[in-house]
């Protein structure tokens, strides 16, 4: 462990932790997508979407929304997964993405507040 050695470092040491926990409270207070991104659903295609929902959130100037990736979650055989996750409400998986279905999710689910249904995970 370095040892601090300046009220200088003491700061900056500080601030870096406060801007750690606002972060996180940014995760609690704005919208989230999360896509898969482990090896299966890079391999069918969740790179391609992030980029898409990249491309429509910017497009549309939305700035309160937090995209990031995870690992497998499991459900190869829906791959490309993608997870929306508004405060106070249920997350919302929507399943075999492609980058034009991405960009409706962006549309009706994040900007109308509409789930679009025939994308969800079915009840397996």
């Not at 989230?32 to 659903?41: D, H, N, S």
């Not at 100037?61 to 937090?66: F, L, M, Q, T």
């Not at 829906?78 to 409400?89: A, F, H, R, S, T």
């Amino acid at each position: 462990m370095p040892v601090i050695k300046s009220i200088e470092e003491l700061e900056k040491i500080r601030e870096q932790a406060k801007d750690m926990i606002n972060l996180r409270v940014d995760n609690e207070t704005k919208t989230r997508i999360v896509v898969g991104m482990g090896t299966c659903g890079i391999a069918a295609g969740a790179r391609a979407v992030m980029l898409a929902i990249l491309d429509e959130l910017k497009k549309r100037n939305i700035d309160n929304v937090i995209v990031t990736e995870t690992g497998c979650i499991g459900l190869c055989q829906y791959e490309p997964l993608v997870d929306v996750i508004q405060p106070g409400k249920p997350k919302v998986t929507y399943v075999n993405m492609t980058p034009e279905k991405a960009r409706e999710v962006v549309v009706k689910h994040i900007i109308n507040n509409q789930v679009v249904d025939e994308y969800v995970v079915p009840n397996v």
